[in-house]
């Protein structure tokens, strides 16, 4: 008996531990359902050809039809002989309908049939990965809108640098996370062509109508070169080199989120259900799931140097390599999508039926505008005031310098200095200055395009609504 689908040429069966190392199986049949779609709008392409008849149209839809339901239901009896998803389906099919199930594979081949499935399914996975990027930098925008005139430090090496709206380091987030939408947009049309038609590797000699089944499928095109379809993976390094930047992303937030809950900075409250305690110190909520995100990252930075080292070096066209992409993008795209859910979730909340959001983090206003307050992140700001009464910025830098060096020697910030003190240092210094050394007037003051004077910042928000809908 026939136990492959190639068996006429083996004298012996496969060793079983070929088969075991072989078979994709095991993991490429969560491609079934862009399996079958593809099957489907090739059978439906041949028959319209005259390269089969209408008849074995509709034994294999019919055949395909009763697959579908088994797969759903858990009765399809998936078989490591039959290698992979394609052949155990094709298999199942003949058994059911015959001849038509053996005249499926006529102008194809599992070459361009992967191909085929991969890019059906990552396309699916891309449309919901856009939709949780979506939720995400709504799940931001929603935070920033609530916290425009919350004041915390800005950092630069991790020093206090200028104080900086809550609201404006959230959207600088939502900024990262909109080029990454504007890139997996992008690759979308890559990954949106059609392989089926190449065949093996040097296209078919029956005269099929590759644009059709493109049609069919929502295809934006067809791979133009059948040795380029049939071998190539960028379309998939694509993504997961998208979906490392989006980690790459998260993870700075993630460490950010990481960093406001300790108890040194006390910037944030995560709801306990995002938390988790410890084993033995009774005291303890910890962030796991923003550790877990920024952990996680690193997973798919490895995936795109496995992925982009699996191509190097492979001679056209097709070889067995490729098997070992599904895995990694698999991985990827779960990945992705479930940090990018979970941390959209844990920022802005679960979102109700009519769009109301509940939980989320909390906002501690005045731990954060403390900490502005310590490390003289007005600085600038007084040096700034000089050069608009008239002193060169070096020399402004200079005064100011010598100003935080007193304030530091005295224990207090420049605005609790003494007028006449502040004098000291510059004549041209008056009363004026305290508003200019507040947080408020210096968040005020950077009202450029881009800055955080709330005003700025709420036109970033308006801007980013009216995106996201
Ligand atoms: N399971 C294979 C893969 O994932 C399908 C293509 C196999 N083609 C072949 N000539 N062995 O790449």
Redesign the pocket.
């Known amino acids: 008996k026939k136990s492959q689908a190639w068996s006429a040429l083996f004298s012996e069966p496969m060793s079983e531990l070929v088969k075991r190392y072989t078979s994709?199986v095991t993991f490429?049949k969560r491609l079934w359902r862009a399996d079958i779609e593809g099957s489907l709008a090739h059978a439906e392409m041949l028959a319209a050809q005259g390269i089969i008849s209408a008849q074995d149209l509709e034994d294999i839809q019919r055949g395909m039809a009763q697959i579908h339901a088994e797969i759903k239901a858990g009765t399809f009896e998936w078989k490591l002989d039959l290698?992979?998803v394609?052949l155990n389906i094709e298999a199942r099919l003949t058994t059911l309908v015959g001849d038509a199930g053996k005249r499926l594979h006529t102008g194809r081949?599992?070459?361009d049939?992967?191909a085929t499935d991969v890019r059906l399914w990552l396309r699916d996975e891309i449309d919901a990965t856009a939709a949780l990027l979506d939720d995400m930098q709504r799940a931001l925008v929603h935070v920033a809108a609530q916290n425009v005139e919350v004041i915390l430090p800005g950092f630069t090496h991790l020093q206090v640098a200028q104080p900086v709206s809550f609201a404006h380091h959230l959207l600088a987030y939502v900024e990262m996370f909109s080029r990454d939408a504007e890139r997996l947009a992008d690759l979308r049309k890559r990954v949106n062509r059609l392989p089926l038609g190449a065949a093996?590797l040097a296209g078919t000699s029956y005269p099929l109508d590759r644009e059709r089944v493109a049609r069919t499928l929502g295809f934006e095109g067809v791979c133009q070169n059948s040795l380029d379809a049939v071998s190539d993976r960028d379309f998939a390094i694509e993504f997961t080199s998208f979906a490392t930047l989006v980690m790459v992303h998260v993870s700075r937030l993630a460490e950010e989120i990481v960093v406001w809950m300790s108890q040194n900075f006390g910037f944030i409250n995560l709801s306990d259900r995002y938390c988790t305690g410890s084993s033995i110190m009774p005291q303890k909520r910890n962030p796991d799931v923003a550790e877990l995100a920024r952990g996680k990252s690193g997973r798919v930075v490895g995936h795109l140097m496995g992925l982009i080292t699996l191509m190097k070096g492979q001679p056209l066209a097709?070889n067995?390599d490729?098997?070992e992409?599904?895995e990694p993008l698999f991985d990827t795209v779960d990945t992705v999508k479930d940090t990018l859910r979970i941390m959209a979730e844990m920022i802005g909340g679960e979102v109700a039926a009519d769009g109301s959001r509940a939980g989320g983090l909390s906002v501690k206003q005045d731990a954060m505008e403390r900490a502005a307050r310590r490390g003289y992140a007005t600085a600038t700001d007084l040096a700034d005031y000089l050069v608009k009464k008239g002193l060169p910025f070096r020399d402004a830098h200079e005064v100011v310098a010598h100003a935080v060096k007193t304030s530091i020697a005295l224990g207090q910030d420049l605005s609790e200095l003494p007028l006449a003190t502040l004098q000291g240092f510059d004549a041209r210094i008056a009363s004026d200055v305290f508003e200019v050394l507040s947080l408020t007037g210096s968040l005020n003051a950077r009202n450029v395009l881009g800055g955080t004077a709330p005003v700025q910042v709420r036109a970033q928000i308006a801007r980013h609504r009216a995106r996201l809908g």
Do not use: L
Request: hydrophobic share 10%; glycine share 0%; net charge negative.
């Open positions: 994709s490429d290698e992979d394609h081949s599992r070459n049939q992967v093996a097709y067995k490729n098997q992409d599904k």
